[in-house]
Antibody, heavy 114, light 107 residues
Framework: EVLLQQSGADLGKPGTSVKLSCKVS????????IHWVIQRPGKGLEWIGA????????LYTEKFRGKATLTADTSSNTVYMQLSQLKSDDTTIYFC???????WGQGVMVSVSS | DIQMTQSPSSMSVSLGDTVTITCRAS??????VNWFQQKPGMSPRRLIY???NLADGVPSRFSGSRSGSDYSFTISSLESEDVADYHC?????????FGSGTKLEIK
């Protein structure tokens, strides 16, 4: 069974960074891209980007280039997303998902507050 | 970027109804469309992949179809457990883009 376990809720102050994790079990992340998706309160889903842990190839949607940094650790089968220069607008839920979107993490709430 | 125009944004329906949601792609995306169900407080669940294929374990009352750049998602004989938000996704071209979502409610 493929499981994506995301790190717990995170809190950051404006202007700082947080690093979210997505630990994958039952599936080798070298096999394909892992996606990150954002969902603002009461809104739809928005694709942030994806990383191919096998070769480090990373794709971002333009809006999140410079805001999100994707990395991967194949030894622990974990992918990460660092969100920098946090603003109140970054307060929302973030998901990771497998390449075909057939498995998703449980989502993590990031709160930005001084 | 490819836009996926999803309609309606919400629907008030009765149990047993047939429900159809549509996404229109702003350019050709072939069959590279998925449909997801999302219940409150939960992660999205993929129901349909590549426009018309039912994902494993998904009840047969769910279906997807395509007509040109219009992609439809249908629930035949709505059940109470189907109350959720539904989203389409195009994965033909990066950046990937979702529709704006459809909220299903029971009358």
């Amino acid at each position: 069974e493929v499981l994506l376990q995301q790190s717990g809720a995170d809190l950051g102050k404006p202007g700082t960074s947080v690093k979210l994790s997505c630990k994958v079990s039952g599936y080798n992340i070298r096999n394909n891209f892992i996606h990150w998706v954002i969902q603002r309160p009461g809104k739809g889903l928005e694709w942030i980007g994806a990383i191919d842990p096998a070769n480090g190839n990373i794709l971002y949607t333009e809006k999140f280039r410079g805001k999100a940094t994707l990395t991967a650790d194949t030894s622990s089968n974990t992918v990460y997303m660092q969100l920098s220069q946090l603003k109140s607008d970054d307060t929302t839920i973030y998901f990771c998902a497998t390449y075909f979107f057939d498995q998703w993490g449980q989502g993590v709430m990031v709160s930005v507050s001084s | 970027d490819i836009q996926m125009t999803q309609s309606p944004s919400s629907m008030s329906v009765s149990l047993g109804d047939t429900v159809t949601i549509t996404c229109r792609a702003s350019q050709d995306v072939g069959i590279s469309v998925n449909w997801f169900q999302q219940k409150p407080g939960m992660s999205p669940r993929r129901l349909i992949y590549r426009a018309t294929n039912l994902a494993d374990g998904v009840p047969s009352r769910f279906s997807g179809s395509r007509s040109g750049s219009d992609y439809s998602f249908t629930i035949s004989s709505l059940e109470s457990e189907d109350v959720a938000d539904y989203h389409c996704l195009q994965f033909d071209e990066y950046p990937l883009t979702f529709g704006s979502g459809t909220k299903l409610e029971i009358k």
